[in-house]
């Protein structure tokens, strides 16, 4: 598996990897229980002012990141948008509701990824599996099922790389806008 993780000394790569998945449910649960759009975009400042906290390389993968997320989350806004306002919604509450979904999951695929940039996969591996042991009751292999979890928080990451890739393929056979194609 191609590791997406920064190798650096930050202090974020020195918190415990426990304690970074608790950050990251407890942020996902709060913020998925706010419905301001003023809470939720400092949830996403503070997200990106995390990420640029641990230096250019930080700032680097956020660039991409928000390059490579930049137009699916407009094309889920935009989904969301209609979607309210063929509900007869106002158009003013649509667009309020489309922006704060869109700042609550922009922060938490930026948290996501920001534990998969500072965090090693053996260590999530480490730190999941004691979590499903008591799954062996019924038959499950803990260790499978922690691997899923450790693989499911950094598929953000890599698909994100995926996506990149296959966009700069579109361009190097130069078609400057891929469109439709990419997807």
Known sequence: ???????????????????????????SVLLMLQASLTWNAAALFFACSLYAS?????????????????????????AQLFALLMQGQSPGLALLSALRTLAQIAALVVLA?????????????????PLFRPL???????????MGGALMIRSG??????????????VARGMRRPGLRLI
């Open 1 to 27: 598996m191609i590791s997406l993780f920064i190798a650096q000394k930050t202090w974020l790569h020195r918190l415990p990897t426990g304690f970074k998945l608790l950050f990251l449910a407890a942020c």
């Open 54 to 78: 641990i230096g250019s390389a930080g700032t680097r993968r956020l660039g991409g990141l928000v390059k490579s997320r930049g137009f699916l989350l407009l094309m889920l806004g935009l």
């Open 113 to 129: 990824d920001l534990v998969t940039a500072t965090t090693r996969m053996q260590d999530m591996l480490n730190t999941l599996t």
């Open 136 to 146: 062996r009751v019924f038959g499950l292999q803990p260790k499978a099922i922690g």
């Open 157 to 170: 990451g890599l698909l994100s790389r995926d996506w990149q890739q296959a966009r700069l393929a579109f």
